[in-house]
Each structure stands twice: as C-alpha cells, then as structure tokens.
C-alpha cells in the first residue's frame, strides 16, 4: 500500500494525513501516528516498522490488512485481535476497509463474537460491500 499512500499524500487535499498503527501494549487497542515517506521508523515487537515519534492521532478510516475474508465483511487477520479490539473501541467508529487477495475469499471465517465486520473490501477483482443479514 505504500505506493498508494504516497500518491495521496502528493495529490490529496492538504487535509489528508497518513497514519501508521503503533502496539503500545498486547492486550490494548492500536494507536496512531502519522506516516510520511521520511518518518523516522523503528521496528515493532513483531519486527513492523511503526513511526517512532509523534502525536497519537484518531483515524477516520483504516485499510486493515486480511488473510482471509467472506462476503458477510468478516476477515482473519495475523491473529493478535489488535485491530478488532481497535475497531471496537474507536468512537466514533472508522470506515473498515479490508485489504487483499481474491485468493483469500472463502464461504466463512465463522466469525466470533469478538470480530468486528468491515465496511468494505478490496481485492485485485474490485471493491464490495458486505452483505448484511
């Protein structure tokens, strides 16, 4: 996605900022700081390069990285339940956006309690909004 940030902090209003998610803790939610090509990075608990100064900001809107999702707008991420924990505690609640590979589209991730379902989806085949039952 960096091409695609970099195009949009060229070419958006001057109103658009680029965040990053920063894990201040395990069991927390994510935090965010703003992110250009010259941010100063370090590498994350997981190895992630995250921001390494700035204020923490509120996204209006999060491109959530998927390993699988289904047409209800459920995904599966890395496992460590950061950005369903984030998702339940932004208020007022972010534009979800997941993002990745048709390949990654299945029936059901047979979601659970926990997951929060996504606003959107895009893959290499288009963008869809999730059906709502």
């Known amino acids: 996605l960096r091409p ?21 803790s395990v069991g927390a939610p994510l935090a965010f700081r703003a992110w250009t090509p010259d941010s100063p990075m370090v590498n994350d608990r997981y190895g992630i390069p995250t921001p390494a ?5 509120t996204p209006e809107a999060l491109l959530l990285p998927v390993n699988a999702f289904d047409p209800a707008g459920y995904r599966i991420g890395y496992g460590g339940g950061f950005f369903d924990r984030t ?6 609640a972010p ?5 990745g590979f048709e ?4 029936v059901s991730i047979r979601p659970e309690p926990h997951d929060v379902r996504l606003d959107a989806m895009v893959s290499e085949a288009g963008a869809f909004i999730p059906t709502r039952s």
Request: hydrophobic share 60%; proline share 7%.
């Open 53 to 57: 100064e700035g204020e923490f900001l």
């Open 4 to 24: 695609l940030l970099c195009s949009w902090i060229e070419s958006a209003n001057p109103e658009f900022v680029a965040l990053l998610p920063v894990v201040l």
């Open 87 to 92: 998702l339940a505690a932004l208020q007022p």
């Open 95 to 99: 534009l979800s956006i997941g993002v």
């Open 103 to 106: 390949l990654a589209r299945v």
